[in-house]
């Protein structure tokens, strides 16, 4: 017995339509994985420790620039929300930024590695640099933005490569005389 259907005057046989009924399912399929492999990771970062702990202000008397040299260690928690996929880290680059001008930028030396689902991974980087215009916003507390561009893949699918970026504005206190004794680092959520 022999199914047939009648398109524009042809006759389709039952293996033409079985033939599109599977591409149209596969289409379908590969769309949907589209959708769930192929959107980027929504990564939860946040700056839950920072602080100004080197202040050497050089003034040079030829043009009359103030250099600050500074130090500002971090403490960056990186959460991978996902019930399901695990993340591969392949860089993680923290910059500096005051003012719309880039300061210092690190690339940390990580070994790869692997964050497991809803799973949260600790990083300590440390930033070091000079700046010529680095201004208090009172009570011995800087505003400086944190720059954090992320290279990861998803396990198992290590071929599709994502690069989030996230910036944290931070209200970062000195550890000078200046600072207040009330002033602390308050914990900073990330943003896109």
Sequence with gaps: MTCSV?????????????????????????????????????????????????????????NDNNTLYYNLPLVVAIRNPSRTFSLHYNRIEVGVKYRQQKGTSVALSLPLFDQGSKNITTLHPVLQGQTSSLEETGAGIYSIDVQIAIRISRRPLTGIVFKPKRTCMLKVPSNSNKASPGSSFKDTQCFV
């Design 6 to 62: 009648a398109w524009n005057g042809n006759k389709l046989s039952s293996f033409t339509i079985l033939a599109i009924v599977i591409g149209v399912a596969m289409s379908a399929g590969g769309i949907t994985l589209l959708a769930i492999f192929g959107r980027s990771p929504e990564l939860e970062v946040t700056v839950t420790n920072a602080s100004m702990t080197q202040f050497n202000l050089n003034s040079s008397s030829k």
